[in-house]
């Protein structure tokens, strides 16, 4: 929420990015817009949600919509150990969690590095990246909540046919 | 609140806040006074209280320095500080004027509301107000109108008497959108409060002893025990403090009433009872709409016009009713008029037209069904039935929201004498008795509130319970046939292994008018659950409503009863039953003609040997009258036939099946031979059986009686042509004889296609 998007345009200031990891490759997220980390907590799965939701887990008293990160990278959702990350939304019903296969450290990132995505990019990837930071040890895609939002996935109509078999994950 | 430009609008706020729930309060208690005062113009009390109620708004408003508001208070208290002192007297223009005043009020109030200042815009409409409540106050003296109306010169205003003076529907809006503030805040007692805190100090002492319990320690059962009491105390606390009297929600009415009764023209007495009953304060409000609507139909189309009213020897004014009481974990508010009634011919020729409804199941219904057919979408949507026969905008509307939170809606009415409705909602929301069931090895909650019956179909008789018409699954549940949806299938859930081969319980569930099968794989306990809201997503499938913590820690989604039906196909119920008929291969009235319903019946095993089985029988369920239980010593025998005295009336009875005789012999043998002849009983059907005279009572005694199930009559067969089939859940029964007769019988070729 709080400025994200000008992180970019911002001179100066380092950001801090914290890292997750699905599958091998890593991504950055700005800490200023994750909430809180869970660790595993198997997600209730819901009957005829697109493919992109994982499930719902109770969180803080209320229910928690979560989306499988994997499934949005078009990967098998995972059954093992995972961490979730809650975002905030402008609104408390548009909080949700992102499942991810674990959190690394936090770096900083000068804002200067950043880069937008290049246009070759496919559709999704479109979609759910938000450019990339230039590090010293290679590229990290960053990611930006708001993007992922399920209500936004939603109404992208790009990730409702994901093929991707259900399985233990879920139950 | 952005809204306020002010630096320490914090502060400020809070106290604006305050004043404006403070004063939408004295706002809906003037609104009760003098729509009061009108019927009682000389109570000094209420005057005394309105008078207050002002007063009260233009101390406040001089101190937040609301200029506007303080000049037309001002105005209002000159005029009611005359009446109070009796210097002028109550009239319907001065009464008139105040509710003006009150609106006027009304209006900055929710000004302030919205932008945070009181504007400035109409200003000129308040000088208007003014004005007129200084000619109010000093128009007339006290001695020519009070002591004789008649004696009155025609003052200026008297054309306006009869009349509201300011437009019915601006005051509705006002009414609907101005306490929105109020909404928010809530009056508690300060005891309430202080027994929750006490509950909240108690429950705090128990977890630290809990946190330093040791892993395993004896004393833990009993703390655990300890929590849970704490818990139930604490949520008890809460819910009782969230209850609020339903009396709130009567207060806008007598207002609505007013106005509603001059501009249709009707004189209309609003009374009220139960108001105290309590009721959660969100039920409460999702209750105003409807209930409103309500209170609207029953002025405007349930009372007649006064003319009507004297030709049918009623009292003038007309009497609307508004009750509230608690019935067994519910409440029940009722709207009551004494208008015209709803003529359920009326009403039926409506749905017939309207294709709701066939000839032949309006012919079948009974009036209580035929009302409830007001509350079916697109009863209502044109000009229909309104005008001519009482009710009916919207009434679908009224249902829908009723039953979102999870109450229900019922009409009574009877022609001439009034109607009466009913609304029946549940005392909480958030948390409801639900039955957790599963499927596809998932578990999932089902409201207690739609649920029917529960029904459990064992591994062999599947085959023999389920039907299937075109693509629908049918259960035949007692005479009836019941749509089935599978909940695996629909929610696409793995089935379970061999689903054809296994076992598995139906839930009968009816919500909205949708009554339906839903088969699940198992049954678990029921509980007590906590709704949680889903996201927007989620709930946007539109198949849950929310989800639930479960005992065990997991989450179950709670199903949506109705939604699940809709995506399912299953329509309202009038409807399926059209579909249902329609599909069958005779036409509907030779169907219902043939399919009656009949009680089935074990008769004592025929024949010498021992294994020969009991034999089942029929009799049309319209020929029994009661199903009573004899004891043996009192059948008596005339001429070697049994008799029994039932009623003051001699019934001969029949035996055909030898259950007397077989009585006699074994079951002395084997119940217990301490019995006194008086313990052992027969069942006895006593029926009526058309005559020659006329019909006759007889008795038909029965080992045991079996089922109801609807069956079907067969042709006389040439081998057994004395006896009168009838195919009964499938099985070949024989039909008792003398209650039927042979035109019933299905002809040969069509028995073909209904097997």
């Known amino acids: ?171 | 609140m952005e809204l306020s430009p002010l630096p320490d609008k914090g502060e400020v706020d809070e106290l604006i806040n305050e004043f404006l729930a403070e004063s939408q309060e004295g706002l809906e208690r003037m609104d009760l006074c003098l729509t009061e005062l009108e019927r009682r113009p000389e109570d000094g009390e209420l005057l005394a209280e309105i008078f207050r109620a002002v007063h009260t708004i233009k101390g406040t408003t001089g101190f937040l320095g609301f200029g506007r508001l303080e000049r037309l208070a001002h105005a209002g208290e000159g005029l009611l500080g005359a009446l109070r002192d009796k210097t002028i007297a109550v009239t319907r223009e001065r009464t008139s004027g105040l509710l003006q005043l009150m609106d006027g009020l009304r209006s900055i109030l929710s000004t302030i509301e919205i932008r945070g200042t009181e504007g400035e815009r109409s200003t000129d409409d308040d000088w208007q107000l003014i004005d007129l409540l200084a000619e109010l106050k000093s128009d007339e003296p006290m001695s020519a109108e009070s002591k004789d109306p008649a004696l009155r010169g025609p003052g200026k205003r008297d054309p306006n008497a009869g009349h509201p003076v300011l437009p019915p529907d601006a005051s509705g809006a006002d009414l609907a959108t101005g306490s929105s503030m109020q909404d928010k805040t809530l009056r508690i007692d300060v005891d309430v409060l202080n027994r929750m805190m006490n509950q909240v100090g108690e429950l705090v002492l128990t977890r630290n002893q809990i946190l330093r319990c040791a892993p395993g320690a004896e004393n833990f059962p009993a703390l655990a025990r300890r929590l849970d009491s704490v818990t139930a105390e604490l949520r008890e606390s809460v819910m009782r403090a969230r209850m609020q009297p339903v009396g709130h929600l009567f207060r806008k009415f007598p207002r609505m009433v007013r106005d509603l009764a001059i501009t249709c023209g009707r004189q209309v007495r609003i009374e009220f009872e139960g108001q105290e009953t309590g009721l959660d304060k969100s039920l409460l409000e999702a209750v105003g709409d409807p209930l409103t609507h309500a209170v609207r139909n029953a002025v405007d189309h349930g009372i007649e016009p006064p003319g009507v009213r004297i030709q049918m020897g009623k009292p003038v004014e007309g009497v609307l009713r508004l009750r509230a009481f608690h019935q067994g974990g519910t409440v029940v508010i009722e709207v009551i008029d004494d208008g015209a009634g709803i003529s359920t011919e009326r009403v039926l020729e409506k749905a017939i037209e309207r294709g709701l409804a066939t000839p032949e199941q309006a012919a079948s219904m009974t009036q209580r069904e035929a009302l409830q057919m007001v509350f079916l979408a697109g009863f209502t949507t044109a000009l229909t039935v309104t005008n001519v026969s009482g009710r009916g905008m919207g009434m679908d509307v009224v249902r829908a929201n009723v039953e979102k939170v999870g109450g229900s809606v019922e009409l009574e009415s009877r022609v001439g004498a009034g109607t009466t409705l009913r609304m029946r909602v549940p005392l909480t929301l958030a948390i409801v008795p639900a039955l957790v069931v599963q499927s596809g090895g998932e578990s999932f909650a089902l409201p207690q509130n739609a649920l029917v019956e529960l029904a459990y179909v064992p591994r062999h008789e599947v085959e023999q319970a389920l039907g299937r018409i075109g693509t629908t699954d049918l259960f035949r549940l007692r005479d009836g046939l019941l749509p089935l949806v599978w909940l695996d299938r629909l929610l696409r859930l793995e089935p379970r292994d061999n689903a054809h081969l296994n076992d598995f319980y139906i839930a009968v569930v009816e919500s909205e008018g949708r009554r339906f099968g839903l088969v699940v794989d198992d049954l678990k306990e029921p509980q007590e659950i906590v709704v949680k809201p889903l996201s927007d997503e989620l709930r946007s499938l539109g198949v849950f409503s929310g989800a639930t913590v479960l005992g065990d820690g997991t989450l179950a989604l709670i199903l949506d009863v109705a939604a699940t039906g809709a995506r399912a196909g299953v329509r309202p119920t009038s409807d399926t039953e059209n579909i249902v008929v329609a599909q069958l291969p005779q036409p509907a009235s030779a169907q219902a003609a043939l399919q009656s319903s009949m009680v089935v019946y074990e008769v004592a095993k025929r024949g010498p040997a021992q294994n020969a089985a009991a034999e089942r029988m029929a009799i049309p369920m319209s020929a029994v009258e009661r199903i009573e239980s004899v004891p043996l010593g009192k059948i008596e025998h005339v001429g070697g036939r049994p008799v029994l005295q039932y009623r003051g009336e001699l019934i001969p009875l029949q035996d055909e099946g030898g259950v007397l005789s077989e009585g006699s012999a074994a079951e002395v043998a084997d119940a217990a031979d301490n019995l006194a002849p008086d313990a052992r009983v027969a069942t006895v059907l006593i029926c009526l059986r058309p005559d020659a005279r006329g019909t006759r009572r007889i008795g038909v005694v029965v080992r045991r009686v079996l089922d109801v199930a609807a069956g079907t009559l067969l042709a006389e067969d040439a081998a057994t042509c004395e006896e009168q089939l009838a195919l009964v859940k499938d099985r070949v029964t024989t039909v008792h004889r003398g209650f039927t007769h042979p035109d019933d019988a299905l002809p040969k070729s069509l028995m073909q296609e209904v097997a």
């Open chain 1, 1 to 171: 929420m709080k400025g994200a998007e000008q992180a970019g345009a911002d001179v100066g200031e380092p950001v801090s990015l914290c890292s997750l990891r699905v599958g091998d490759a890593i991504f950055g997220i700005d800490t200023r817009q994750v909430r809180e980390i869970l660790g595993t907590a198997a997600p209730r799965h819901v009957p005829l949600a697109p493919p992109y939701i994982a499930g719902v887990v109770p969180y803080r008293g209320d229910v928690l919509t979560t989306v499988c990160f994997r499934a949005l990278l078009g990967m098998k959702c995972w059954a093992g150990a995972h961490c979730i990350l809650v975002f905030d939304g402008e609104r408390a019903e548009e909080r949700f969690g992102l499942i991810v296969d674990g959190v690394g450290g936090v770096i900083a990132v000068e804002p200067s590095a950043h880069e937008a995505n290049p246009s070759g990019l496919d559709a999704r990837s479109m979609e759910i990246f938000d450019g990339a930071y230039k590090l010293p040890s290679g590229l990290m895609v960053r990611l930006d909540p708001r993007k992922l939002r399920p209500s936004h996935l939603g109404e992208s109509g790009l990730f409702e046919t994901i093929t991707q078999e259900r399985q233990g994950s879920q139950l």
